[in-house]
């Protein structure tokens, strides 16, 4: 899953990311309001933060842009101005959620499923393939049963391979999904969790890795390894 954090403060903005990525997310900030509009735009996010006071450009107007154009990315905006007014304004807009500050990240890590599971069937709590099972609710995968004792990247590559089951994966696009914009692309950093994940899938009994490569492409989560 891949979040926007738009907040001016950059200290704030540091405790987001930072808290975001240990749960797993990929995660990329902008501190400032055209920033966040253009990132917005551009590249292709699962959720939104946007602090409501920015320079440049506010967080309302980013909803208000975004919805304009029919963008129906969930938005959670973040603010300081907890008035009942403000917060109605701020839903009016588009936004799909309100948290004001100071708030618990225990709170918004919950909030933040709440906005991801409402996508209904396009955003299922639990993606299966053969014998391999996801919970994204309790953040759990399973293989034959057995929990898999996967990092919070592995566990992000395994979720987008379930979600584009038995379809071929760029490269170029799991290390937009699953990292984010700041990562080098000419890292190996794919191929090397892509090899941890092939271990942890095959386990002691040596099962099929299930996540095979399709040379000079990318990778594939099939059954049978390709001819």
Do not use: C
């Amino acid at each position: 899953m891949r979040i926007l954090v738009a907040e001016d403060d950059r200290k704030v903005a540091r405790f987001l990311e930072k808290g975001l990525r240990e749960e797993g997310y990929s995660v990329d900030v902008a501190h400032d309001g055209e920033d966040g509009a253009m990132k917005a735009l551009v590249y292709d996010y699962d959720l939104l933060l946007l602090d409501v006071m920015m320079p440049s450009k506010s967080g309302l107007e980013i909803v208000r842009e975004l919805r304009r154009r029919e963008h129906t990315v969930p938005i959670l905006l973040l603010t300081a101005r907890d008035a009942g007014d403000d917060i109605v304004q701020g839903l009016d807009a588009g936004a799909d959620d309100y948290l004001t500050k100071p708030f618990g990240f225990d709170e918004l890590l919950a909030r933040i499923r709440a906005l991801l599971r409402r996508g209904g069937s396009e955003r299922p709590d639990r993606l299966i393939y053969e014998d391999i099972d996801l919970d994204r609710v309790t953040h759990v995968a399973t293989r034959r049963g057995e929990r898999l004792d996967l990092t919070p990247k592995e566990f992000q590559l395994l979720e987008f391979f379930l979600l584009n089951q038995e379809r071929v994966v760029r490269r170029t696009e799991l290390l937009e999904k699953v990292w984010d914009l700041s990562f080098d692309p000419m890292s190996n950093v794919v191929d090397v969790h892509i090899a941890h994940l092939r271990r942890k899938l095959r386990g002691a009994e040596g099962a099929s890795p299930l996540v095979h490569t399709i040379r000079g492409v990318g990778y594939v989560l099939q059954k049978d390894a390709p001819e």
